[in-house]
């Protein structure tokens, strides 16, 4: 199957194990060294913001591509964002094969050179938090002067805005990014990084992955089933045991007189003396009659009490 194009979505959205895959597979069929050379500067622009190492598997592919590709003005332009995967006589050589002679290289990469220090900047804010989120979200022009949005996510959130601007600023330098044949990213005009706390997450994609990898096989899967059954046979033994001796249904349980709630003592009567009832002066009634009514309620509560009903 064919593998399309590559574009920003894939770049900077996709899990990086399927992104490397889809590069590998994308150079196998069009043996396009230029457009894969910006395919991974695209990459490191990403992992410098995300402070995330490229694979050793990428890594490879860099130095065979220096290596042994015909040499173009791609790889000269681009080739000091890659010196550090390189060993030192891997990079004489590559240095040798690509230019002519130092004026030549430094002609070539007079811009490159101007950017590499940012992408090996580590992050001074020390910001970040626990269970955030942290994305960037910028803004760019294309040919015609019409904005574009690009999102980064899982982004490094102490990388300072100097340096975040001026990793964000190489995008402008790439052909590979482009709708109905007009090339986006021309011109960068500005960024917002922000973060979010992380409360609940889902992902298919890892779900997808996940299944692919642990399916069992048929054998296995075969034998599974079968111990399963056997246990299920013997669990249901028990069971079937355990619930002949032992009751479930409480309406056949006889409840144990003295144990089931204890009577509550009688409250001592305090040693401090009662004040006087003048209940008579503020209602106008006599004595005999406040008595006999708060006994009245009184019988009254017990009597709910008795018949657990709530209290009105």
Not at 181 to 187: A, D, N, P, S, W
Not at 213 to 236: C, I, W
Request: hydrophobic residues 30%.
């Amino acid at each position: 199957m064919d593998v399309a194009k590559l574009g920003q979505r894939q770049l900077f959205l996709m899990k990086w194990e399927n992104l490397e895959g889809r590069i590998l597979k994308r150079f196998e069929q069009s043996q396009n060294v230029s457009e894969v050379i910006e395919y991974l500067v695209a990459v490191r622009v990403r992992s410098a913001l995300c402070s995330r190492a490229i694979s050793e598997t990428l890594q490879a592919l860099i130095r065979e591509l220096f290596l042994t590709s015909e040499p173009n003005d791609t790889l000269r332009r681009y080739a000091p964002y890659f010196e550090e995967y390189c060993e030192k006589s891997e990079w004489k050589t590559i240095i040798k094969r690509l230019f002519c002679n130092e004026a030549d290289y430094l002609a070539y990469t007079k811009e490159a050179r101007g950017y590499k220090d940012y992408l090996i900047k580590e992050g001074t804010l020390d910001i970040r938090q626990e269970n955030h989120a942290y994305i960037v979200e910028s803004f760019f022009e294309d040919m015609n002067g019409k904005r574009h949005k690009l999102t980064i996510r899982e982004v490094d959130p102490n990388k300072a805005a100097p340096v975040v601007t001026k990793l964000l600023q190489i995008l402008t330098t790439l052909t590979i990014f482009e709708t109905n044949g007009v090339r986006k990213f021309v011109k960068f005009i500005n960024y917002e990084g922000s973060g979010k706390i992380i409360t609940t997450a889902y992902d298919a994609r890892l779900e997808e992955v996940e299944e692919s990898v642990q399916e069992p096989s048929d054998k296995t899967a075969s034998d599974d089933t079968k111990t399963g059954a056997s246990s299920k046979k013997t669990n249901k033994t028990a069971n079937e045991s355990k619930q002949a001796t032992t009751p479930h249904n409480k309406a056949n349980v006889t409840p144990t007189p003295a144990a089931s709630k204890p009577k509550s003592k009688p409250k001592k009567s305090s040693a401090i003396p009662k004040k006087p009832d003048t209940a008579y002066l503020r209602y106008g009634k006599t004595t005999e009659r406040i008595e006999k009514e708060r006994e009245d309620r009184r019988l009254e509560r017990k009597k709910n009490k008795l018949l657990k009903k709530k209290k009105k």
